[in-house]
């Protein structure tokens, strides 16, 4: 069964025990070392010995290490082979310790032949084994693998093994620290937070102790990012301790490789199109323009000078056409930009000029970050930087970090910034660039609240800003540095009028004033839009602040035009609210609806929409025929029974007629009240629909549909939906069935539809977002808003259920309302999914009671904020279809007295639409 080395010869005074334990030392010193060839030619040579010793604690260990080896080199029938004898070993010693370690052999081949059923089977028994005997490490590297793939399983399970892993006695700290890492990570993704965060916080602290910077720097991201909602002063600690160990951590490039290197490999590349040209192996495929711009100018030159020029030409006009791309880049004229990129490409490609394509790319991915195109701008981007990289072109691979900043998760901010730092450092960066970096690192920092680092950042971006406009005098200015140093100022002023610090703007505001007048209106847009909202906080709101905050729209609309799909700042909720305060709230409701480029076309429902301004919340109420009415309310934090929520409320009751409403869920929290809050428009740029009842019409009653997990991974939401089902007397459609097609059949006609599947979120781009169905093939289908534009959705109440840590982004339930739904019912923020399922259950009570969507919606939430762990064990026991791995997760939830008291879990469900 097993391959044989060469038996070596042993010394007549070493005893085959002691010769078995040298080999024993010696593979696994060289599997360590990653030497597993080696290692497994010299046990396999030892396999006699094993025989001739009898069942031994070293047999079992160089069966073992044998099995690792055939893992590691993809034999897994070899390795499968080599742990079964391990097991025999370990049963003839009668040591459960040691069988435990063996069939945890087994699972690990099962898991690199991906079979995870199988795996877990393995496990499992590997778990009873080591739980018959005394605790030791046995045990607790048994339980923390099991644990490790029930997480990669995302099986709710994984919580209660780390934990059982880590009440073993004698846990060794490097141990223990990752498995709190694991542990807090996973309570984390199950919506537990805070017992999460404390894990995370645990973690890192043990790993510091450790000197661990690697490790600790993956428990400080971790705990940072969880955080940031529920402890905010812990999240910036660990965000400063990340950002201190990310640069300490960064390795500081070559010189050579980026300075004479880079050179040599440019003279090379050059010298290689040189001979083709004179060889005449150009290719011939080349772009039509490249062929006509070459056979121009070579026409009836000697062939020496012809293959200079054929190359020169070309590569003269590809970098006027690369230099011109980029100053229309920094002046957002994209459809430019773009035309003098694609030149610029085929004149570099036809040349084969790979150490001028890097700065191609790097420029189409700016394109693309500009237009709004994130996916396409980091693979362009990402190509851009690893064949700089590879060059040794400093200067290229900076500038795509740069992008790569705007564009990378938050955290992952962190490693970007020290290594496009020290690529600066050689030399060859711009003043825009700098500017660029600065300001990018200061915003992730603003967003963990770390407050010295986004002052530090900030600064260095107005200086790096300024050194670039003082080369204005001379001409020498870059691309965009005018631009730059506007955005950098205007960051740097709305930090510190934030931090109650306006006693140190005003040298700053004089600036920004000097600035206002330009042409440019990416220097208006920063300058104007700033200098009104300071009017805003300072509550000094004049004409002279609506005409500085309008010519800071007219910029924004100015670079749209111009193809920008993002922009710096969007200054139309501050416009709207300065309207607001001078009187006028028919102005304030068309800037919010010019945000988004259309009117809202009410179709004759009474519009109330709410938008928090910089000292307010403010209603805006339009019925039909009727002026805007506008009514302000204390800034603070949406919740059901807060003062906001009253109020609409109180303004929801006394309106007649169907109304459409911006839900209260969109507002941001009072501490992201300078947030952009351009996503409001939204709901409002398209005809609502009067069909399908009046106010308070039920929505339960009669015949509805019901899908749900079309990818087979959302047991909760099948719970949910059987109880929906049979509210409705019908019967659920789960798995590959749920298709488009089949969801526009059902459709038709029908009042109610409950939809528990997945969301697939942009929270770069929202309207990107989309729901996940199932496709044709069973591979999943994403249906982003113009296609769900496209289905039937007249007249239908939607209860969108989008399962575990997700929530439903304010375009979808925007074009479902565009489409004509009457309303639909969503959660605006994550939750888990148990929480997901009881308060779905609890809405379907509900509307089977008959009540309206709106008074349905409270009742959920107040069976969620008043119940027991025994109400939610009362619940589990009502629906047998719950399996072990869910049953676990609610055992666990009912420990707690109050299980969903948090308002966390229930006051971000929320009814849009009709009343």
């Keep these: 069964m097993f391959g044989r080395g060469r038996r070596e010869r042993r010394h007549p005074d070493v005893t085959p025990e002691a010769a078995l334990r040298d080999h024993v030392v010696r593979g696994h010193t060289l599997l360590e070392q990653g030497r597993a060839t080696e290692a497994e030619q010299l046990l396999a040579g030892a396999l006699p010995l094993v025989t001739e010793v009898g069942p031994h604690t070293n047999g079992f260990l160089a069966y073992r290490l044998l099995g690792q080896c055939a893992r590691t080199s993809g034999r897994l029938d070899a390795a499968r082979g080599y742990y079964s004898a391990a097991l025999d070993v370990a049963e003839a010693l009668g040591d459960p310790h040691l069988a435990g370690a063996a069939v945890s052999g087994m699972a690990f081949v099962e898991l690199a032949a991906s079979d995870l059923e199988r795996a877990d089977g393995y496990f499992r028994q590997a778990v009873q084994l080591v739980r018959t005997v005394p605790p030791g490490p046995g045990r607790v590297t048994v339980l923390r693998n099991y644990a490790d793939l029930l997480a990669r399983a995302d099986d709710p399970r994984?919580?209660?093994?780390?934990?059982?892993?880590?009440?073993?006695?004698?846990?060794?700290?490097?141990?223990?620290?990752?498995?709190?890492?694991?542990?807090?990570?996973?309570?984390?993704?199950?919506?537990?937070?805070?017992?999460?965060?404390?894990?995370?916080?645990?973690?890192?602290?043990?790993?510091?102790?450790?000197?661990?910077?690697?490790?600790?720097?993956?428990?400080?991201?971790?705990?940072?990012?969880?955080?940031?909602?529920?402890?905010?002063?812990?999240?910036?600690?660990?965000?400063?301790?990340?950002?201190?160990?990310?640069?300490?951590?960064?390795?500081?490039?070559?010189?050579?490789?980026?300075?004479?290197?880079?050179?040599?490999?440019?003279?090379?590349?050059?010298?290689?199109?040189?001979?083709?040209?004179?060889?005449?192996?150009?290719p011939t495929t080349a772009h039509p323009a490249?062929?006509?711009?070459?056979?121009?100018?070579?026409?009836?030159?000697?062939?020496?000078?012809?293959?200079?020029?054929?190359?020169?030409?070309?590569?003269?006009?590809?970098?006027?056409?690369?230099?011109?791309?980029?100053?229309?880049?920094?002046?957002?004229?994209l459809a430019d930009a773009d035309a003098k990129l694609q030149l610029a490409d085929v004149m570099w490609s036809s040349l084969g000029a790979a150490h001028v394509l890097p700065r191609v790319w790097a420029g189409q991915g700016r394109l693309a970050l500009l237009r709004g195109d994130d996916a396409a701008a980091w693979g362009l981007l990402e190509r851009a930087r690893t064949q700089a990289a590879a060059l040794g072109d400093a200067r290229t691979e900076l500038v795509a970090i740069v992008g790569q900043c705007r564009l990378a998760a938050e955290l992952a901010v962190l490693e970007l910034v020290p290594r496009a730092r020290a690529l600066a450092e050689l030399g060859g960066a711009d003043s825009v660039t700098l500017t660029e970096l600065a300001a990018a690192a200061a915003e992730v920092c603003r967003r963990y609240g770390a407050d010295a680092l986004t002052e530090q950042y900030l600064r260095e971006a107005v200086g790096s800003a300024e050194a670039g406009r003082h080369l204005a005098v001379a001409g020498l200015a870059p691309p965009g540095a005018a631009a730059a140093l506007a955005e950098a100022l205007a960051a740097l002023v709305r930090f510190l009028v934030d931090a109650d610090r306006g006693a140190e703007v005003a040298p700053l505001r004089e600036r920004l004033v000097a600035l206002g007048s330009s042409d440019d209106p990416v220097v208006r847009l920063a300058a104007q839009g700033t200098l009104g909202r300071l009017d805003l906080v300072d509550g000094t709101v004049t004409e002279s602040t609506a005409a500085t905050l309008a010519d800071a729209c007219a910029a924004a609309d100015e670079l749209r035009a111009r193809g920008a799909g993002s922009l710096p700042t969007m200054p139309y909720a501050d416009a709207a609210e300065a309207s607001v305060v001078l009187g006028r709230p028919d102005e304030a409701l068309a800037l919010l609806e010019r945000a988004d480029g259309s009117g809202s076309g009410r179709g004759g429902a009474t519009l109330v929409v709410a938008f928090a301004g910089v000292r307010s919340i403010h209603l805006?109420?339009?019925?039909?025929?009727?002026?805007?009415?506008?009514?302000?309310?204390?800034?603070?934090?949406?919740?059901?029974?807060?003062?906001v929520d009253r109020k609409l409320r109180e303004v929801l009751d006394g309106l007649a007629g169907p109304v459409r409403l911006v839900a209260p869920g969109s507002l941001p929290s009072a501490?992201?009240?300078?947030?952009?809050?351009?996503?409001?428009?939204?709901?409002?740029?398209?005809?609502?629909?009067?069909?399908?009842?009046?106010?308070?019409?039920?929505?339960?009653?009669?015949?509805?549909?019901?899908?749900?997990?079309?990818?087979?991974?959302?047991?909760?939401?099948?719970?949910?939906?059987?109880?929906?089902?049979?509210?409705?007397?019908?019967?659920?459609?789960?798995?590959?069935?749920?298709?488009?097609?089949r969801l526009a059949g059902a459709l038709a006609g029908t009042p109610l539809l409950h939809l528990a599947v997945p969301v697939v979120t942009d929270p770069r781009r929202p309207r990107r977002s989309g729901l996940l169905l199932a496709g044709p093939d069973g591979s999943p289908d994403r249906l982003a808003p113009p296609r769900l534009a496209t289905l039937p959705w007249a007249g239908v109440t939607v209860l969108l259920a989008p399962g575990d840590?997700?929530?439903?982004?304010?375009?979808?339930?925007?074009?479902?309302?565009?489409?004509?739904?009457?309303?639909?019912?969503?959660?605006?923020?994550?939750?888990?999914?148990?929480?997901?399922?009881?308060?779905?259950?609890?809405?379907?009570?509900?509307?089977?009671?008959?009540?309206?969507?709106?008074?349905?919606v409270h009742a959920a939430q107040e069976c969620a904020r008043t119940s027991s762990g025994d109400d939610l064990l009362a619940w589990a026991a009502e629906r047998p279809d719950l399996d072990a791995a869910a049953l676990a997760v609610v055992t666990e939830r009912a420990e707690s007295r109050a299980p969903f008291a948090d308002p966390g879990h229930w006051a971000w469900l929320t009814a849009y639409g009709l009343r």
Excluded at 831 to 856: E, R
């Design 158 to 282: 994984a919580a209660g093994y780390y934990q059982e892993a880590l009440d073993q006695p004698g846990v060794a700290p490097a141990d223990r620290a990752t498995m709190l890492l694991s542990l807090g990570r996973e309570l984390c993704r199950r919506g537990r937070v805070e017992p999460g965060v404390e894990r995370l916080r645990a973690a890192a602290a043990l790993l510091r102790e450790a000197e661990s910077p690697s490790d600790e720097y993956t428990a400080v991201v971790a705990l940072a990012g969880a955080a940031r909602d529920c402890d905010p002063p812990t999240a910036a600690d660990a965000f400063v301790r990340a950002h201190d160990l990310a640069r300490s951590r960064s390795v500081a490039p070559d010189p050579q490789h980026y300075t004479e290197g880079y050179a040599a490999r440019v003279r090379a590349v050059e010298a290689e199109t040189q001979r083709r040209a004179a060889a005449g192996q150009l």
């Design 290 to 333: 490249f062929r006509a711009a070459a056979e121009a100018v070579t026409q009836g030159l000697r062939p020496d000078v012809a293959s200079v020029v054929a190359v020169g030409a070309p590569a003269t006009v590809g970098m006027r056409s690369l230099e011109e791309a980029e100053a229309l880049l920094a002046e957002y004229r």
């Design 620 to 643: 805006l109420t339009a019925a039909p025929d009727v002026p805007v009415v506008a009514e302000a309310i204390a800034l603070e934090e949406w919740a059901p029974g807060s003062a």
């Design 671 to 741: 501490r992201f009240a300078s947030a952009d809050v351009s996503v409001l428009p939204e709901l409002l740029d398209g005809p609502g629909s009067a069909a399908a009842g009046g106010p308070g019409a039920p929505a339960g009653r009669g015949p509805g549909w019901v899908f749900a997990d079309p990818l087979g991974d959302q047991p909760f939401a099948r719970v949910a939906a059987a109880h929906a089902a049979r509210t409705l007397g019908t019967t659920p459609i789960c798995g590959p069935a749920v298709t488009a097609d």
């Design 805 to 856: 840590r997700a929530a439903v982004p304010a375009p979808i339930v925007a074009t479902l309302l565009r489409a004509g739904a009457t309303a639909v019912v969503a959660s605006t923020r994550p939750v888990d999914a148990l929480t997901g399922a009881v308060l779905t259950t609890w809405l379907a009570d509900a509307l089977a009671d008959g009540a309206d969507v709106y008074t349905a």
